[in-house]
């Protein structure tokens, strides 16, 4: 099958998984490079400017909360699906607000990884053509993936943005976490609703009083003007 999406980096230091995440996203289409190391990984990501990334958390030497934190504090937000053998929220949290765009849990089925990585390149291209959304002063261009505040600029994540334009594109409309999950993540876990409350989170912290995320209390989410 030629490699027509795009290379995917693989930073794994466990050579089996990696072999098998090779496999299955070669056969979805992807070229893939893989690392088993974080320093490794960051300097491949430099080079090879990647469509994604499949990020193991327990990497050796630099490991891979720390090889996200530098990612982001960089500037680069290329869409990162994080992989841990750790089950705690915890784990999963930290890796969630250092700016990864979504996580498996080993073990995994690899038809599931490639569908994930599918998933969150799809939400990063964003629907072709759709207009820009304004409440109050704050500005989100689908088609260019910008969110400006009274004109400046806000850097957001992947996730966030995504997460972000689905609320303005439905304003005052009430959503539900596992609604949210099902229609920016593309899947819903009802046991960690959590997930969604740490991006509103981020967002709030970003957009501080201008944010327009409305918590319905025992419901959901919605975003709102003042």
Known sequence: MPQDKGLVLIVEDEAHIADLERLYLTRDGFGVHVESDGRAGLAAVRRLRPVAIVLDLGLPGLDGVEFCRRLRDGGDWTPLLMVTARDEEADR????ELGADDYLTKPFSPRELAA?????LRRAAGPPGEPVLTIDALTLDPSRRSVHLDGRPVELTTTEFNLLAYLMRHPGQVFSRAQLQAHVWGYADYRDGRVVDVYVSQLRGKLRDASPIRTVRGVGY?????
């Open 222 to 226: 919605s975003a709102d003007p003042t």
């Open 116 to 120: 994930r990585v599918r998933t969150v």
């Open 93 to 96: 949290i930290v890796g969630l």
